[in-house]
């Protein structure tokens, strides 16, 4: 609205509010889900209504069959994007931009790993900066590049109707979602608009955009978009005596996980990139664009944007083959519900270590990290179908399966495959220097020491957490968070001196973690090393052989809070030792363990992980992770935020809850649920799983001081009552500053 003020030209935006329909138990519990992280981020006017409400806020609708909806009256959903983007170009130039239409890129200058100008059809343009905002052209204006950067997105067929004005259509109806009949309703001078996001997507341009294609339109196909009609004559009884002005078919781009593409590109220096906005462009195109032009002003995230990120995306994304295929199943998947444990099917299978057709025979139920096939959990003896997740936000079909994958690691021993692992030496005369500057921990160090360390932002902010281990007196191990390869490589590279090189190892060592209180009496049947905490002490690393494979580097380290050591095996050996380790294992119970039961350990000991409890937003002092922080070592970045930070004390702190949930309610904590303090909102469920061992449900997350208090304090975090809201509901939460499982620590000092 200011917009119009400002320029005088009318955007065609007013607020009529946003009414999605739930036809599903399944589908309001998402929606109040939804609903709780939007009030988490200070959204407070979204509410759960009754299908009769939602009958009187829009009259044309059938409602008998809901079992709910969602309201947000202030949203200002309606829109012309032409008057928006008039309105806009205006408002820049009157800010001094000058705009040029009918420009066609032809290379974008790269000198030294950045950008320098950029060529045209008319002439040469030089720049410091430069934005690929270019929408669906946008993959293919990455190309365009002298270093190519991928952005992966495709384009699909988007279709919807306008009809002619229809009587009973109010000018101020709120824009209706039946995400469930996959479609979207809005007034449209005096009719409807009717779109959908068909469950099967139509691809196109996948090789490439043909020119020229503006301002153009694809053929109607009323065969394709006849089962949308009979959703919308079963919602919208009215639209039987509608006369269709105009069937719309509209190219419009999808990404690879359904998130926006943002950020300076991985490939390039000074090469950002805004665009695969998934439909959403027009609604959320101002907000990206804030944060964006923050993003370009002072090089870093203004906020923690790192689902929107570019780095979040390794190259192999951009095989056209890929994205055709992702494509049409994400545009369905626009308006599915997302349960947990969601996985996408298309794409599968591109990352297998050799160690794949093993697992596949003791029963591994597959997910996906950064393409890898990465187990989620085992069950042995199913079937395939029976190894699907179910769609459930209560207890769901594996919860048995990982418990046992848990308990064993907890009384004996289980193996787990985490060669997801972003892995890279860095290497060079000046490695610990330019070490020192990147960490937050000391890690000038005696070679075979491992230490933890977060690399932070100049605002004190997570990078990423990762373990360092120094390998020789010039040479370091980094491993960090897996679907971090291409984030983690790009931060490091840009602040390491030419005399040190970064090499990405992720796919040449596959990870195999033994942990539990058996996992060194089991692991010494296999190798001459001794393990015993004389000769290898925590938080240290040596080469061991395992079984017929000698070059084994063994770090005694733990993601699960046992006695455990995470194996780096070279890749091609990795299936050898999986078999050794199985034969020995015998004797021992062991069990293999899927990346479920890795969280619900890792939770249950209070574990921290990178997105969850990290982020680019959040410090070691509110994340309670002060010991891997030397202030004393010398400088760092973010060492002066830290500092200031530590002096003014802060406003977050991470903790733990056990909720208290009663046996016949069939709802479990998955994470983003309110945590409320005394009745009062206080902050949000970062991650949340069943903890087994202490036969609890486990909430991790912040709590935040009271408005107008700068510094939270333990005895205010301990004098609250709590409550945590799992489907609209508030069960009793008891507080911990510890971790719930073996607070010293002894088990894994073992």
Same mark, same amino acid.
């Not at 409602?63 to 408002?91: E, F, R, V």
């Not at 904590?669 to 009062?680: F, T």
């Given at each position: 609205?200011? +917009?119009?003020?400002?320029?005088?030209?009318?955007?065609?935006?007013?607020?009529?509010?946003?009414?999605?329909?739930?036809?599903?138990?399944?589908?309001?519990?998402?929606?109040?889900?939804?609903?709780?992280?939007?009030?988490?981020?200070?959204?407070?006017?979204?509410?759960?209504?009754?299908?009769? *409400?939602?009958?009187?806020?829009?009259?044309?609708?059938?409602?008998?069959?809901?079992?709910?909806?969602?309201?947000?009256?202030?949203?200002?959903?309606?829109?012309?994007?032409?008057?928006?983007?008039?309105?806009?170009?205006?408002?820049?130039?009157?800010?001094?931009?000058?705009?040029?239409?009918?420009?066609?890129?032809?290379?974008?200058?790269?000198?030294?790993?950045?950008?320098?100008?950029?060529?045209?059809?008319?002439?040469?343009?030089?720049?410091?900066? %430069?934005?690929? $905002?270019?929408?669906?052209?946008?993959?293919?204006?990455?190309?365009? !590049?002298?270093?190519?950067?991928?952005?992966?997105?495709?384009?699909?067929?988007?279709?919807?109707?306008?009809?002619?004005?229809?009587?009973?259509?109010?000018?101020?109806?709120?824009?209706?979602?039946?995400?469930?009949?996959?479609?979207?309703?809005?007034?449209?001078?005096?009719?409807?608009?009717?779109?959908? %996001?068909?469950?099967?997507?139509?691809?196109?341009?996948?090789?490439?955009?043909?020119?020229?294609?503006?301002?153009?339109?694809?053929?109607?196909?009323?065969?394709?978009?006849?089962?949308?009609?009979?959703?919308?004559?079963?919602?919208?009884?009215?639209?039987?005596?509608?006369?269709?002005?105009?069937?719309?078919?509209?190219?419009?781009?999808?990404?690879?996980?359904?998130?926006?593409?943002?950020?300076?590109?991985?490939? &390039?220096?000074?090469?950002?990139?805004?665009?695969?906005?998934?439909?959403?462009?027009?609604?959320?195109?101002?907000?990206?664009?804030? &944060?964006?032009?923050?993003?370009?002003?002072?090089?870093?995230?203004?906020?923690?944007?790192?689902?929107?990120?570019?780095?979040?995306?390794?190259?192999?994304?951009?095989?056209?083959?890929?994205?055709?295929?992702?494509?049409?199943?994400?545009?369905?998947?626009?308006?599915?519900?997302?349960?947990?444990?969601?996985?996408?099917?298309?794409?599968?299978?591109?990352?297998?270590?050799?160690?794949?057709?093993?697992?596949?025979?003791?029963?591994?139920?597959?997910? $996906?990290?950064?393409?890898?096939?990465?187990?989620?959990?085992?069950?042995?003896?199913?079937?395939?179908?029976?190894? &699907?997740?179910?769609?459930?936000?209560?207890?769901?079909?594996?919860?048995?399966?990982?418990?046992?994958?848990?308990?064993?690691?907890?009384?004996?021993?289980?193996?787990?495959?985490?060669?997801?692992?972003?892995?890279?030496?860095?290497?060079?005369?000046?490695?610990?220097?330019?070490?020192?500057?990147?960490?937050?921990?000391?890690?000038?160090?005696?070679?075979?020491?491992?230490?933890?360390?977060?690399? +932070?932002?100049?605002?004190?902010?997570?990078?990423?957490?990762?373990?360092?281990?120094?390998? !020789?007196?010039?040479?370091?191990?980094?491993?960090?968070?897996?679907?971090?390869?291409?984030?983690?490589?790009?931060? &490091?590279?840009?602040? +390491?001196?030419?005399?040190?090189?970064?090499?990405?190892?992720?796919?040449?060592?596959?990870?195999?973690?033994?942990?539990?209180?058996?996992?060194?009496?089991?692991?010494?049947?296999?190798?001459?090393?001794?393990?015993?905490?004389?000769?290898?002490?925590?938080?240290?690393?040596?080469?061991?052989?395992?079984?017929?494979?000698?070059?084994?580097?063994?770090?005694?380290?733990?993601?699960?809070?046992?006695?455990?050591?995470?194996?780096?095996?070279?890749?091609? $050996?990795?299936?050898?030792?999986?078999?050794?380790?199985?034969?020995?294992?015998?004797?021992?119970?062991?069990?293999?363990?899927?990346?479920?039961?890795?969280?619900?350990?890792?939770?249950?000991?209070?574990?921290?992980?990178?997105?969850?409890?990290?982020?680019?937003?959040?410090?070691?002092?509110?994340?309670?992770?002060? %010991?891997?922080?030397?202030?004393?070592?010398?400088?760092?970045?973010?060492?002066?935020? +830290?500092?200031? *930070?530590?002096?003014?004390?802060?406003?977050?702190?991470?903790?733990?809850?056990?909720?208290?949930?009663?046996?016949?309610?069939?709802?479990?904590?998955?994470?983003?649920?309110?945590?409320?303090?005394?009745?009062?909102?206080?902050?949000?469920?970062?991650?949340?799983?069943?903890?087994?061992?202490?036969?609890?449900?486990?909430?991790?997350? %912040?709590?935040?001081?009271?408005?107008?208090?700068?510094?939270?304090?333990?005895?205010?975090?301990?004098?609250?009552?709590?409550?945590?809201?799992?489907?609209?509901?508030?069960?009793?939460?008891?507080?911990?500053?510890?971790?719930?499982?073996?607070?010293?620590?002894?088990?894994?000092?073992?």
């Amino acid at each position: 609205m200011n +917009l119009e003020k400002e320029t005088g030209l009318s955007t065609g935006c007013r607020a009529t509010g946003n009414l999605n329909l739930a036809r599903t138990k399944d589908k309001l519990t998402e929606f109040r889900r939804n609903v709780a992280v939007a009030r988490s981020c200070g959204v407070i006017e979204a509410e759960i209504i009754s299908p009769e *409400q939602a009958s009187e806020l829009c009259p044309i609708l059938k409602t008998d069959d809901l079992a709910g909806a969602l309201y947000i009256p202030g949203d200002p959903s309606m829109g012309n994007p032409s008057d928006l983007i008039q309105s806009l170009a205006k408002g820049a130039t009157m800010q001094g931009v000058r705009v040029v239409e009918g420009v066609g890129v032809e290379r974008v200058e790269v000198e030294s790993g950045r950008v320098r100008g950029v060529h045209t059809d008319q002439g040469y343009i030089e720049c410091e900066t %430069f934005v690929n $905002c270019a929408g669906q052209w946008a993959r293919d204006l990455g190309a365009l !590049s002298d270093t190519p950067v991928n952005i992966p997105l495709h384009s699909t067929m988007h279709y919807y109707i306008i009809t002619k004005p229809l009587e009973g259509v109010d000018f101020n109806m709120p824009t209706v979602r039946d995400k469930e009949g996959t479609m979207y309703i809005r007034e449209w001078s005096g009719g409807l608009l009717v779109g959908c %996001f068909e469950t099967n997507g139509t691809p196109i341009f996948t090789e490439g955009i043909p020119k020229p294609f503006e301002f153009q339109l694809l053929p109607e196909d009323w065969e394709h978009i006849q089962p949308l009609m009979d959703q919308v004559l079963n919602r919208i009884p009215l639209m039987e005596k509608a006369e269709i002005r105009q069937q719309i078919n509209g190219p419009e781009s999808f990404t690879p996980d359904m998130h926006a593409i943002m950020g300076e590109a991985p490939e &390039v220096d000074n090469y950002y990139v805004l665009a695969g906005l998934n439909s959403t462009g027009v609604a959320s195109s101002g907000g990206y664009g804030h &944060v964006l032009s923050q993003w370009i002003a002072t090089g870093e995230p203004p906020m923690d944007l790192w689902e929107y990120d570019i780095a979040r995306f390794s190259p192999f994304t951009s095989n056209k083959q890929y994205l055709k295929h992702r494509s049409k199943e994400v545009l369905g998947r626009h308006y599915a519900i997302s349960y947990p444990g969601w996985e996408l099917e298309s794409g599968r299978g591109i990352k297998m270590n050799p160690m794949y057709s093993m697992q596949e025979g003791m029963g591994a139920s597959w997910g $996906c990290m950064d393409g890898w096939e990465r187990a989620n959990w085992y069950g042995k003896g199913k079937s395939a179908d029976e190894r &699907v997740n179910n769609k459930t936000f209560g207890r769901p079909n594996w919860f048995d399966d990982v418990k046992e994958e848990h308990l064993a690691c907890r009384n004996s021993v289980a193996l787990f495959d985490m060669s997801t692992f972003a892995k890279f030496e860095i290497e060079g005369p000046d490695a610990e220097s330019a070490m020192q500057q990147l960490c937050s921990n000391n890690v000038a160090v005696p070679p075979g020491t491992v230490v933890y360390t977060g690399l +932070l932002n100049t605002q004190g902010g997570y990078q990423t957490d990762c373990t360092v281990s120094r390998l !020789s007196a010039d040479k370091y191990l980094l491993i960090a968070p897996s679907a971090q390869v291409t984030h983690v490589a790009k931060w &490091v590279k840009k602040h +390491l001196p030419s005399t040190v090189r970064l090499t990405d190892i992720t796919a040449k060592y596959s990870v195999l973690a033994l942990m539990g209180p058996k996992s060194r009496e089991m692991l010494e049947q296999v190798t001459r090393v001794p393990l015993d905490n004389q000769h290898f002490p925590f938080s240290t690393v040596q080469t061991i052989d395992v079984g017929l494979v000698a070059d084994v580097r063994a770090l005694r380290m733990t993601f699960m809070g046992e006695l455990g050591w995470e194996l780096n095996i070279p890749t091609e $050996c990795s299936q050898s030792v999986l078999e050794t380790l199985l034969s020995v294992g015998r004797d021992y119970s062991l069990k293999m363990g899927g990346a479920y039961a890795v969280d619900s350990l890792r939770i249950e000991k209070g574990y921290r992980h990178w997105s969850h409890e990290m982020d680019t937003e959040t410090s070691p002092w509110e994340a309670r992770l002060g %010991f891997t922080v030397d202030l004393n070592k010398g400088d760092f970045i973010g060492r002066q935020a +830290l500092l200031e *930070q530590r002096e003014r004390g802060v406003r977050k702190s991470l903790v733990s809850f056990t909720v208290d949930i009663p046996a016949d309610r069939d709802v479990l904590p998955w994470g983003s649920e309110l945590i409320y303090r005394n009745g009062e909102y206080v902050g949000y469920a970062t991650s949340a799983s069943y903890g087994y061992s202490i036969g609890s449900p486990v909430v991790m997350g %912040f709590v935040e001081a009271p408005k107008g208090v700068k510094k939270i304090t333990t005895e205010y975090i301990k004098s609250g009552h709590y409550t945590v809201e799992i489907d609209g509901q508030r069960y009793p939460a008891k507080i911990s500053l510890q971790p719930l499982y073996d607070p010293k620590s002894a088990r894994v000092q073992m």
